[in-house]
């Protein structure tokens, strides 16, 4: 008997709750991300292009060969030992 009048109990909170709130997501988030004023962007500042690109390859490149190099190396240091 006390076990039908705790899930009688459990079964109207979960109904009364229920019917608060019908998608609590919605309610959580609600106008989190509208916008209330516009950003202030100066003027002129959109005409301007970006700066070129970086270019990496010769870098990254000369990298490679000088650490290729020095393991060929130590490689060849160890194979004579």
Sequence with gaps: MKF???FAAFA???FGVRAQVEDPFQ???KD???LVEHPY???GAMDTPPPP????DGGLT???AAG???GYRRFRARQKK
């Design 4 to 6: 039908l009048f705790l």
């Design 32 to 34: 989190m991300f509208e």
């Design 12 to 14: 109207a909170a979960t």
């Design 68 to 70: 290729a190099g020095l």
């Design 27 to 29: 309610e959580a988030f």
């Design 41 to 43: 962007i100066p003027q």
């Design 53 to 56: 690109g970086v270019p990496l």
């Design 62 to 64: 000369a990298l490679l």
